[in-house]
């Protein structure tokens, strides 16, 4: 096959079963794609070439010998907030220099013993806070889109490197973690299919943690099939998370697409006054495919949506401030201490350099609304209202079956525009994907056409907790309607 690093993860799972190349040469091609195009683009923080070669070695042997597993001598990217045994895990940041854990994460394992291999570890916001993929300590990456006017596009955030990896052909699919939309928001910007379970439908044991009630692994792809089989592999109950749901698993990689009978619902909030115009029309025309596939669309109100980000500001924050207390410069990563240092010198001078300017400002925030006398005013109201959001997502899947809504709020901006926004305005990117964070629910982006600059804009699908099937069947029937795989489009690594 000529460039097997275009194929999909169901193409490369079935190229490979039916002996069409090997492992070794699907990892060699994009292996090399990676050397040629990642000092530009920055997608990788960590190019694992001796692991994946050794990886994909044992997978040919199984696979000649016919003892194939479910993603045997599949090439995978992982996002560098999951610990890897013996393998650099920065988060993307300073504080974390040198830090190879001695374990590794559930989801990781469980998808190296599904046989998948493992290309390298992928950049991301700083322990995964933005929505640009800017804040990194080992630089911004690059979105393999470019706008009409030749700037360099963000990728999006946290799991920039993720999806710019899955966009420009350098892994069949890769791993994220979505938080407040840190999976869905950049496959919106980058053109492909971002999926975040409902929450403890993956195992948080050996992710980095941000906000502990908040974070949930996912995959990203280049197909809502792709994302269904990753999905099928990642998930499952952990009994070294706490918060691991017990349930049975969905087979959601051979559902049909089929939504007749279903209903949609359309939020009246999530289309505010002056709502980006080719969004609104994008959102329309979705809606309009659903229908004509026999999907009835309903209207449906979620009237706390308005204090979504706000809360998730405040909740986000308190449990940042609390996880990353740890870091302290005595245990693993980062010291700095000069001799006759005092244990608070230590800390105060480790945590000034191994922090960036994004994570101080989420620290802060979160000490203070945890503070006495603020967390009444702040943390405990937040967390009221956020069991207000819940109660709104509640009583409308009483009245429909999956929601509809943009994925983000415009198309990728500019790197250069990046530095003129302020914090606030950052924050935006994730107006539509907050809520269902809040609430705990699967939610999944997958691209819906191409705005006037030539560059793709995404819809969300969402269900009700742990629906998965009805939010695939869903899914697979908007892809087929809007066929985006066929419209062309523009990559710096072609």
């Known amino acids: 096959m000529s460039d097997l690093t275009r194929l999909t993860l169901s193409e490369t799972v079935d190229g490979l079963k039916k002996k069409q190349f090997s492992s070794t040469e699907a990892t060699n091609a994009y292996l090399a794609a990676i050397d040629r195009v990642n000092p530009d683009m920055n997608t990788y923080i960590t190019v694992t070439h001796d692991v994946a070669r050794a990886q994909a070695k044992a997978s040919d042997e ?10 045997e001598g599949v090439p995978l990217a992982v ?5 890897t045994k013996g393998v650099l895990t920065t988060a993307a940041s300073h504080i974390l220099d040198g830090f190879t854990p001695p374990y590794e994460s559930t989801v990781t394992q469980k998808l190296f013993d599904a046989g998948a291999v493992m290309l390298g570890k992928t950049n991301l916001d700083e322990f995964a806070m933005g929505s640009a993929n800017i804040t990194s300590y080992y630089g911004p990456v690059k979105s393999p889109w470019t706008r009409a006017d030749g700037a360099e596009l963000v990728p999006g955030g946290s799991s920039g490197g993720s999806a710019a990896a899955v966009a420009a052909d350098l892994c069949a699919a890769s791993l994220g973690t979505d938080t407040g939309g840190s999976i869905r928001q950049p496959a919106a910007f980058c053109g492909i299919v971002g999926f975040k379970p409902t929450y403890g439908r993956c195992s948080r044991f050996g992710i980095i943690a941000f906000a502990s009630s908040l974070d949930q692994a996912g995959p990203i792809t280049k197909t809502v099939k792709d994302s269904a089989l990753l999905f099928e592999h990642m998930a499952g109950h952990d009994a070294k998370d706490s918060t691991s749901a017990s349930l049975a698993l969905p087979n959601v990689s051979e559902l049909p697409g089929d939504v007749r009978g279903m209903r949609i619902g359309i939020p009246k909030e999530y289309r505010p006054d002056g709502i980006n115009a080719e969004v609104a029309a994008m959102w329309d025309r979705g809606a309009q495919m659903l229908k004509d596939a026999g999907a009835e669309i309903v209207e449906i109100s979620l009237p706390h949506t308005k204090y ?13 401030s609390s996880n990353l207390a740890r870091y302290d410069g005595v245990r693993f990563g980062l010291r700095v201490a000069e001799p006759g ?3 608070e010198q230590l800390y105060e001078k480790t945590r ?3 922090f960036g300017g994004e994570v101080k400002r989420r620290i ?3 000490t203070y609304v945890l503070s006495s006398g603020y967390y009444d005013a702040y943390y405990k109201k937040a967390q009221r209202v956020r069991g207000r959001i819940i109660e709104d997502f509640r009583k409308a899947f009483e009245k429909c079956d999956v929601i509809l809504t943009p994925t983000a709020p415009s198309a990728a901006f500019a790197i250069h525009e990046s530095g003129n926004m302020d914090p606030v305005t950052m924050y935006l990117n994730d107006v539509f994907t907050v809520p269902a964070s809040l609430a705990g629910l699967p939610g999944l982006s997958l691209p819906a056409g191409l705005n006037k600059d030539g560059l793709p804009l995404g819809l969300q699908l969402l269900a009700n907790n742990f629906r998965e099937e009805t939010l695939f069947k869903a899914a697979y029937t908007l892809e087929a309607a809007i066929d985006f795989r066929s419209q062309s489009k523009e990559r710096l690594a072609a």
């Open 62 to 71: 199984k696979l000649a010998k016919g003892e194939g597993r479910a993603l």
């Open 79 to 83: 996002k560098d907030l999951f610990c």
């Open 308 to 320: 979504a980000l706000a809360t998730y500001y405040i909740v986000a924050p308190a449990e940042c």
């Open 341 to 343: 240092d005092s244990i």
């Open 352 to 354: 000034a350099a191994g």
């Open 364 to 366: 802060m925030i979160g």
